[in-house]
């Protein structure tokens, strides 16, 4: 059975930092964290694929950074100088297809969520 399990959520102020954690059962080549702010659609923030290419929404370039631990099936978030608008349930995607977009097909499994929330 498929498991992603995020970690690491949290309330932080403005110009902060947060890491999230996403615990996968297995490797999956394209793996992804997308967003979901409240009233808002689910949007994705990063992809990383299985020759660690890696891409980034552009209101998120600079200041996040996604990687992976291929050892021990571990993918990762580092958000720095974090804004109110960051604010949104944070989701870990995976997939096994040899594309790596921000398409739900190429992204079958889901973990539950994180949250973040960050005040001005």
């Known amino acids: 059975q498929v498991q992603l399990v995020e970690s690491g959520g949290g309330s932080v102020q403005a110009g902060g930092s947060l890491q999230l954690s996403c615990v996968t059962s297995g490797f999956f080549p394209c793996l992804a964290w997308f967003r979901q702010a409240p009233g808002k659609e689910r949007e994705g923030v990063a992809t990383?694929?299985?020759?660690?290419?890696?891409t980034y929404r552009d209101s998120v370039k600079g200041r996040f950074t996604i990687s992976r631990d291929r050892h021990n099936d571990r993918l990762y978030l580092q958000m720095d100088s974090l804004k109110p608008d960051d604010t949104a349930m944070y989701y870990c995607?995976?997939?096994?297809?040899?594309?790596?977009?921000?398409?739900?097909?190429?992204?079958?499994?889901w973990g539950q969520g994180t949250q973040v929330t960050v005040s001005s």
């Open positions: 995607a995976a997939g096994r297809a040899p594309s790596c977009t921000y398409d739900r097909q190429d992204l079958p499994y």
């Open positions: 990383i694929d299985g020759l660690s290419r890696i």
